[in-house]
DNA sequence: TTCCTTGCAAATCGTTTGCATAATG
DNA sequence: CATTATGCAAACGATTTGCAAGGAA
């Protein structure tokens, strides 16, 4: 299972790290196509799936059914806006303490925990007021 | 939108409440055709999305790609085995407070968390060691 | 009678996969 | 040359939906 070279992984890999806005498979699609305008979404998500099995980059499962993909992978949370959909880093202490609490009373071993945020971004919150919104989303 | 009665729906409920270890869609299905044998498939899922809907039921969504459901709205946290795929409850105090942690850095309005923990369940760990599993599960 | 619910089947959506061909080491 | 990667299209699994018929208020 040696991995070889490809232009493809490249350009995808390339796209997720000048993105912060943890987009989609189909998201990567569409706009590596400007580079490479024959890939195939099937090659879009073979390398998204070999890439983060790699490691390399994170596969984000925020419950909206669809996967996102973050070139950013050190330990960092996610927060969910439930009405526009956009998925925001956030800046905060590490909280793996709250496995400690688990432990206390459970037998199996516990390797991680999956964690993220949701409610209403800055923007959202602010169309809601009738205020205009402080940026347009990236995608 | 008032809503009306219904057997299919009434055994549904039922039958989830019976249960702890959060069956799927599918699952919910199988079993609730031992009392109604010719009840669809869409059936299940649309009561299932409207118990979720009015809070009767929870929805869980612990990254495996299929919904679960959970009669027990009550708060508690989540366990899921990476092996074997069973999810289990944990006792645990709650932790809302790592909300507070997002707070101190974001604009948005944070309404709540996700969290779900992963790891080997009792019964896998003693499995791969090459001891007898200490009950079989449920499903 | 009104309109919510159902069963059935077809449709959707995101994602995966089989296959023959192309590219890499 | 041996193998991995690609494009394409078909296949998949979970869930949703349109529709005509059935059931509750």
Redesign the interface.
Known sequence: MALKHSRQRDVIKEFLMTRKDHPTADVVYMNVRQQIPNISLGTVYRNLTLLADIGEIARL?V?DGVDHFDADTSLH?H?I??ECGSV?D????N?DH??D??N???????????????????D??CKSRGLAPQSQPTS
Chains 1, 2 share one sequence.
Request: aromatic share 16%; proline share 0%; charged share 15%.
């Open positions: 499962r419950g949370y927060f806006c439930s925001i956030l800046k905060m202490d909280i709250i496995v609490q688990v206390a009373h459970f037998d199996g071993n516990i390797a991680g925990h999956v964690t993220y945020f949701y409610g209403t971004c800055k959202c919150t």
